[in-house]
């Protein structure tokens, strides 16, 4: 495979990464996108919830593990308050100027952990996708399924060093060994029932390691798109 991955073309190409807290994801799309821009590509991070001004403020209410008594349906409202959001405001303008953008979580984890997590099911979160993201989905998807305990053990341990000096994110970590399991088990759901666009990488390898097998699917991808356009 070259190190030069081919053009994202007219319609840009829409990466999203997913994974339970602690598998690794926000590490590798950091090196993907450092990777692509070497190569002169135009690339756009961005994470959720988060990533715009008023989604910064959700981020805040969603995650602050001082937030109480957040009912399940109003948490995934504004997971997708958020979305739609970002879409308008970041996503959907640089897919429109060909650029590669670069999602740390989207859907997939609504539907991981307020489908399967929170227990409201794949139903109402696909449903609230057509309506609030026009149904626009990712052209590839990096799912980063770690080993279960170890992938937990060190999403907790973060949030414990992290907790004093950066705004305390901690409510989903902080959620019982059943719901990350639920989140696990969901993820692998999605993975099997969409294998054209779900690639899932073992998580528990060098990290050198999973970011080679992650340049070779978006090469792979981009060649798709390009000899489609
Ligand atoms: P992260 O930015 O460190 O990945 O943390 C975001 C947290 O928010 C993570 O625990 C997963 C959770 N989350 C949901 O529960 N639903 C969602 O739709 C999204 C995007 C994130």
């Not at 969901?186 to 528990?204: C, N």
Request: proline share 3%; aromatic share 6%; hydrophobic share 40%.
């Amino acid at each position: 495979m070259s190190s030069v991955l081919p053009r994202a073309g007219s319609r840009g190409f829409f990466l999203t990464f997913e994974g339970p807290d602690g598998s690794g994801k926000s590490t590798q799309l950091r090196k993907l996108a450092a990777h692509l821009e070497a190569t002169g590509h135009s690339v756009v991070v961005t994470r959720q919830p988060g990533g715009t001004h008023v989604g910064d403020r959700i981020r805040a209410i969603l995650l602050d593990s001082q937030t109480e008594k957040l009912a399940s349906m109003t948490e995934l409202g504004l997971m997708f308050s958020d979305r739609a959001q970002a879409i308008a405001e970041v996503i959907r303008p640089a897919l429109d100027q060909g650029r590669i953008v670069l999602c740390d979580r989207y859907t997939d984890s609504t539907e991981a952990y307020q489908g399967g997590g929170r227990q409201l099911g794949s139903d109402v979160v696909l449903r609230m996708h057509g309506m609030m993201c026009g149904g626009l989905q990712p052209d590839l998807t990096i799912l980063l399924l770690a080993d279960f305990d170890r992938s937990l053990a060190r999403a907790r341990r973060r949030n414990d060093r992290t907790a004093a000096f950066a705004p305390n994110e901690g409510r989903f970590e902080s959620e019982n060994r059943d719901f990350h399991r639920r989140v696990y088990l969901k993820y692998r759901e999605i993975a099997a029932r969409e294998p054209g666009r779900v690639f899932v990488i073992e998580g528990d390898q060098p990290i050198d390691a999973i970011h080679q097998q992650i340049l070779a699917l978006v090469d792979q991808k981009l060649r798709a798109l390009a000899a489609v356009s």
